[in-house]
């Protein structure tokens, strides 16, 4: 075995090359710098600015499209990076829920959204807790009421322990949002 | 430290961004098979070399530190990864406007661990040779070789009926 490469792995170089070519990854410099510059120093206080939700707004400024703002909002981690929200402390990851079916009956305040990339989207900066599921594996959130024109009605909040299958049972069966993990 | 990018160097740090930015995300691409958490991956690199500046003896070695721990962060992510996939995605969706060579092949990496998908991009995306990859991995050249040699194989059986 040696570092010269047969028809099969130039072949293969080629492809993988490709691959990740067509996958368009590439954002520029700027956005980088500006989620760095922008994330909180520990001891300053300052207000959680992430370069993911920088970059809709830009697009949303430059493009004047609101088609392209819901397209990029409805999906929170789309092309820029995972969305995040902490509450209690604890990091959840942001995804949007469309089919999640929730009476109030099933929800507990749980505590405050302290910072998030998506704070802008939400209801009220609380997330809520739901009947028979542990905390620490999801919240959901209310989103504003204009979020894609209502079709959005909540975020879920993926915590660090697992949320499935315990919170399937909220998700409509067969709806074009409901998890693989769920199916 | 020369070369490694300080909040007192911001131009050194947009020039490292230029620099590396599409290697790393590339491999991390490579070994999640995932836009978002390949992106993803890769911020949380750059963040941490802009608050953590690792202390680099030789700081051509920025390269081989920040393509490290981008595909350790793209393996964490995977770990988490029923998480951090967005319910709405729907992956199957996006699949007939691409290739079927690139749909192949991409199916034929999620058949490899992250760490095998790892040393693919390493040697096929990035190029390094075995000495370099083997620097990354903290085995011989050797080891590399026969690592690759097995992983080839795999793919082989997996590539052949196409």
């Known amino acids: 075995m040696n570092d010269a490469p047969d028809g099969f792995e130039e072949e293969l170089g080629h492809r993988l090359r490709h691959y990740v070519a067509v996958a368009d990854l590439g954002v520029g410099a700027a956005p980088v710098l500006e989620h760095v510059t922008s994330q909180p120093v520990e001891r300053s206080g ?12 830009a697009a949303v400024a430059v493009g004047g499209s609101l088609a392209m703002y819901v397209s990029m909002f409805s999906d929170p981690g789309s ?59 999801a919240l959901i959130v209310p989103a504003k009421p204009d979020v894609e024109e209502g079709a959005l009605e909540y975020f879920i909040l993926f915590g660090p322990a697992e949320a499935f299958p315990s919170v399937c049972q909220y998700f409509q069966a067969g709806a074009p949002g409901e998890p693989d993990e769920c199916k | ?61 920025l390269r081989s530190w920040l393509l490290a721990v981008a595909a350790n962060e793209a393996r964490q992510l995977i770990r988490k990864g029923r998480r951090v996939v ?52 903290n085995i ?15 793919l082989r059986e997996v590539l052949r009926d196409e």
């Open chain 2, 140 to 154: 011989t050249p050797g080891a590399v070789r026969l690592r690759l040699h097995r992983v080839l194989g795999k």
């Open chain 1, 46 to 57: 300052r207000r959680v600015r992430p370069w993911a939700a920088a970059i809709v707004v």
């Open chain 1, 79 to 137: 092309g820029l990076g995972i969305a995040h929200a902490t509450v209690s402390g604890v990091r959840y990851d942001v995804a949007a829920a469309r089919s999640l079916q929730v009476a109030s009956s099933d929800m507990t305040r749980y505590g405050e959204i302290t910072s998030s990339d998506y704070d802008w989207a939400f209801a009220e900066p609380v997330a809520y807790s739901l009947r028979g599921v542990d905390p620490m594996a």
């Open chain 2, 86 to 137: 967005p319910l709405e995605r729907d992956q199957a969706s996006s699949a007939p406007t691409e290739p079927s060579t690139v749909v192949a092949l991409g199916q034929a990496l999620q058949g490899l661990r992250p760490d095998e998908r790892s040393l693919l991009g390493l040697k096929y995306v990035i190029g390094l040779n075995s000495t370099e990859i083997g620097e990354q991995l």
């Open chain 2, 1 to 61: 430290m020369a070369g490694v990018p300080t909040r007192e160097k911001e131009d050194g740090f947009v020039a490292a961004v230029e620099r590396y930015d599409g290697d790393m995300v590339a491999l991390c691409f490579v070994i999640t098979g995932n836009r978002d958490l390949a992106r993803d991956a890769t911020q949380t690199t750059w963040l941490k070399l802009w608050r953590e500046p690792p202390k680099l003896r030789d700081p051509g070695k």
